[in-house]
């Protein structure tokens, strides 16, 4: 059967995000770059449990939010857009769920959902002015 263009760009998505074939170079970038921003939010948590400059702090707080910023962007692609490429004969409503409930997307939500939550008046007190002024120092 032909595929239409959104069906190849919808495939071409997963085969990025997912774990790259040889020969496929978007594939093999997209790993190592999700690879490096792990193993640098890995460093930065272990720095910020020693005494490091404001200049430091600041600079560390940046790259969460810029990671925080991009995983959900990971999980969004895999889970509405290319999820039945992962779950392929369960329908569109039913592979959404699937990769919602998947290991994989669960684990996601438990290493970004920390920073979300900082943003939430009921865990901060009473703005979110608490959350970047703690953080970026606004």
């Given at each position: ?36 921003l792990i193993l640098i939010n890995v460093v930065s948590v272990f720095m910020e449990t ?35 490429c992962i779950y392929p004969g369960a329908g569109r409503i039913k592979a959404r769920v ?41």
């Amino acid at each position: 059967l032909m595929k239409s263009s959104y069906q190849r760009a919808k495939q071409r998505i997963f085969q990025v995000l997912e774990k790259g074939e040889k020969g496929d170079l978007a594939s093999i970038i997209c790993d190592g770059l999700l690879t490096a921003l792990i193993l640098i939010n890995v460093v930065s948590v272990f720095m910020e449990t020693f005494r490091i400059s404001p200049a430091t702090r600041r600079l560390l707080a940046l790259i969460e939010t810029v990671s925080v910023i991009i995983f959900p962007y990971t999980t969004l692609f895999r889970s509405l857009w290319s999820s039945t490429c992962i779950y392929p004969g369960a329908g569109r409503i039913k592979a959404r769920v699937c990769y919602v409930f998947s290991g994989m997307a669960l684990i996601d939500l438990l290493a970004i959902l920390p920073f979300y939550l900082t943003f939430s008046p009921w865990i901060c007190g009473y703005s979110v002015s608490c959350a970047c002024s703690a953080c970026l120092g606004f």
